[in-house]
């Protein structure tokens, strides 16, 4: 096989096996997805981006059921959460909160020495939990967050159970969450196992990452909407409008985001159908 080009640009031989595992897992049936694999392994050359051959196998599958195909770009979706990075912290809020979490975004917490500005803090009181959680976004795949970050969350969290009086062993668990919507270094990845800090990146952990949060929820970025240009996603996100579902339960807001009228009824059915309602 050939090699082709990953987003870090190291090579690697292409294996037409991961693409098809890569499309299963985003819905598609083991028939389809061998089918699209194979297709794209013929299309191949040498140092050939990985970049171009997602684009190539999304394209196909976007012929193939419009709901696998949104469930597929999700990871390039969230991408375009930038720049700020806030939608990504609403985002994370709304995924946890359907896990049961109570969630707020942005807030001031005091600890011993310092007061912490936080992205999201999650309370849960069965069992009694709250978890500081830090969103590091990245609007390009090959950007992981380091070492240096889950150090400075795991001492934000430190100080701020200082300030508690309260201790993580106890019935109320106090602990910090690492989120990213890439990936983590070898070393923020040990670093953590080690300290007990949550991490939840795209593939990472194995069970309970970011892909299968999402998945589990059914909340999906208004990012994944192909029906939707650059601009009316742009306004939508600063508008707060995060959701697909929000579309459903007002489209007033494709209005204000300058969406056609007669383009809408195209997007609440994409939406529709990415949310199954």
């Known amino acids: 096989m050939p090699l082709i080009q990953k987003s870090d640009r190291t090579m690697q031989e292409f294996d037409p096996s991961k693409l098809a595992r890569s499309l299963i897992r985003a819905g598609a049936d083991e028939p389809t997805a061998q089918q699209i694999a194979q297709e794209i392994a013929s299309q191949i050359r040498e140092g050939m981006s990985t970049h171009e051959i997602y684009s190539r196998a999304f394209a196909l599958?976007?012929?193939?059921?419009?709901?696998?195909?949104?469930?597929?770009?999700?990871?390039?979706?969230?991408?375009?959460?930038?720049?700020?990075?806030?939608?990504?912290?609403?985002?994370?809020?709304?995924?946890?909160?359907?896990?049961?979490?109570?969630?707020?975004?942005?807030?001031?917490?005091?600890?011993?020495?310092?007061?912490?500005?936080?992205d999201v803090v999650m309370t849960k009181n069965d069992p009694r939990e709250t978890v500081y959680v830090e969103a590091k976004f990245h609007n390009a795949i090959g950007f992981k967050t380091d070492l240096q970050v889950a150090l400075y969350v795991q001492a934000r969290t430190e100080d701020i159970i200082a300030a508690r009086g309260e201790s993580a062993t106890s019935d109320h668990k106090i602990r910090g969450m690492l989120a990213t919507n890439t990936k983590f270094t070898d070393l923020a990845m040990q670093y953590a196992i080690c300290r007990d800090l949550a991490l939840v990146s795209w593939d990472y952990p194995e069970k309970g990452n970011l892909h299968d949060l999402t998945s589990q929820a059914g909340l999906y970025p208004i990012t994944a909407l192909s029906s939707l240009n650059h601009s009316a996603k742009e306004t939508l996100l600063s508008?707060?409008?995060?959701?697909?579902?929000?579309?459903?339960?007002?489209?007033?807001?494709?209005?204000?985001?300058?969406?056609?009228?007669?383009?809408?009824?195209?997007?609440?059915?994409e939406a529709a159908g990415l949310c199954n309602a």
């Open 61 to 118: 599958l976007r012929t193939y059921r419009g709901r696998v195909a949104a469930h597929y770009s999700l990871k390039r979706a969230m991408l375009e959460f930038g720049p700020t990075g806030f939608p990504f912290e609403k985002y994370l809020a709304e995924i946890f909160r359907a896990r049961g979490y109570a969630t707020t975004t942005d807030q001031h917490i005091p600890g011993r020495c310092v007061e912490h500005e936080v």
């Open 239 to 269: 508008n707060n409008v995060v959701l697909c579902r929000d579309v459903l339960t007002n489209k007033n807001v494709l209005v204000q985001a300058g969406v056609p009228a007669g383009r809408i009824p195209a997007v609440v059915s």
